[in-house]
Every structure is written in C-alpha cells, then in structure tokens.
C-alpha cells in the first residue's frame, strides 16, 4: 500500500506496454526517494521530530544498548526510523521489513555500515518470523494506509511474534476528536491527497483496535501525529 510498491502485476502490466521490469523497478525506486521529499514538504520539515515520539517509550522500557534485544520494524519504508532506533540501541539486532524492494533497498543504503541489521520484504498482515521472537515491534506511518480489516491482520501478527510481556509501538496520523483544532485538517486530508483508507482511519481510534491484543496503552502526540505504546496482554 506504500508509494512505489511493485508487484508483479506490475511487471507484467508494463512490459505489455513494451517497457522492462528493469525500467519499473527504476521508477519505483525514483518514487521512494521522491517520498520522502514530499513527507518533509507536507510536514513543513517535521516529519522527523513526529516519527520520534515513539523513542522516549521505547528509552522508557528498556535501559542500556540493546544488547540481546530484537526489534522488528513493520513498513519501514526507506529506514529513517529505524536509524533513530539503532542511534539509541546499536547493539540490538533490528529486523526492517516492508512491502517495497524499492523502498528496503533505499533503507538498505541509509545504514549500510550499520550493524545487526536484516532487511525482509513482506506485508505485515503476513509475517515470515517465528512466535514469540522479538522484544518490540514497531511501525511508523503505516496504519492509515491500511484497510481496516488490514489493520486488524497486522496487530494479530504483531502479538504472535512479540515474545511474552512484548510491546507494540505505532507513530501515525492523528486521529479525530485527538486534537479537536486539528479535525478540520484531518477530515480535509483524503479529499486534497490519495489516501484511500484514511477516512476510516481517523475514525476508528488506533486505541480501540490495539486494546483487543495489548494492555497498559500509553499514548503521546506532537503536530499532527500521535504515539501509541502498548504490552502485550
């Protein structure tokens, strides 16, 4: 569901117009890097200070470097996230999965050097990992580009990874009634962007959905985002 997500429908649809799957791939990848730039326009620069909030939960939980720890990051799109997890934790091993090669391969790039690191490709609804196998899953702008019953899927595999006593953490929009001066910008958004599902996520509050898998829901907003940290139950 992200920009620049390739499947091989795609490829096909393509070459079927006389362009190669490598032309494709390259336009993905163009895509990728162009979403970011527009991330930083939209939010006037402040798509970073919004993807943190998610750190200070994390800080919260767990002391020291990360030694033995396993983080899993759903969507990570292209790993500027996950740059900021590994500043804090270099000695956890961090697993970025996304739907996007483009996109992993963009993350791949931003912290070549970086240490105890794996980039998986795959949905979150279908995760290739074992039960009970990391300490933290997290994901970053990636809720409101779900289906609803999406987003349910994605929270079950969330909890069948997580080990025991486990949390979940989640940074997306703002969701109505959040910030009530800011419900006119959220209702506005789906109409001026292409955000398909969006409506129904700011209707739907993120809290109500992760109550059903997760205990001790801690939340925290900035601009027009929200931080959602949660225990496995």
């Not at 997890?85 to 790039?109: E, G, H, N, Q």
Request: glycine content about 8%; overall charge negative.
């Amino acid at each position: 569901f992200e920009v620049g997500t390739v499947s091989k429908a795609d490829v096909l649809r393509v070459e079927s117009q006389g362009a190669s799957a490598e032309l494709l791939l390259l336009r993905a990848r163009n895509l990728a890097e162009l979403y970011e730039h527009q991330v930083e326009i939209l939010f006037a620069g402040a798509g970073d200070p919004m993807r943190r909030l998610i750190l200070p939960f994390i800080k919260k939980s767990f002391a020291g470097q990360g030694q033995g720890l396993k983080f899993l990051e759903i969507g990570g799109g292209t790993g500027r996230l996950t740059q900021f997890v590994k500043m804090m934790y270099p000695k956890a091993k961090i697993t970025v999965t996304d739907a996007s090669d483009p996109y992993l391969t963009l993350a791949r790039d931003r912290l070549r050097g970086q240490s105890h690191l794996d980039f998986v490709q795959c949905f979150g609804e279908k995760l290739p990992f074992r039960d009970e196998e990391f300490d933290v899953v997290y994901s970053c702008f990636l809720f409101h580009e779900l289906p609803q019953e999406v987003r349910k899927e994605v929270l079950t595999e969330t909890r069948r990874v997580l080990k025991p006593n486990g949390f979940v953490g989640i940074v997306d929009s703002l969701q109505l009634k959040d910030d009530p001066e800011m419900d006119i910008w959220l209702e506005g958004f789906p109409r001026n962007f292409h955000e398909p599902f969006y409506k129904n996520y700011i209707e739907n509050k993120l809290e109500d959905a992760v109550s059903n898998y997760f205990q001790k829901i801690e939340t925290d907003f900035g601009f027009l985002s929200k931080a959602l940290w949660a225990q496995k139950k």
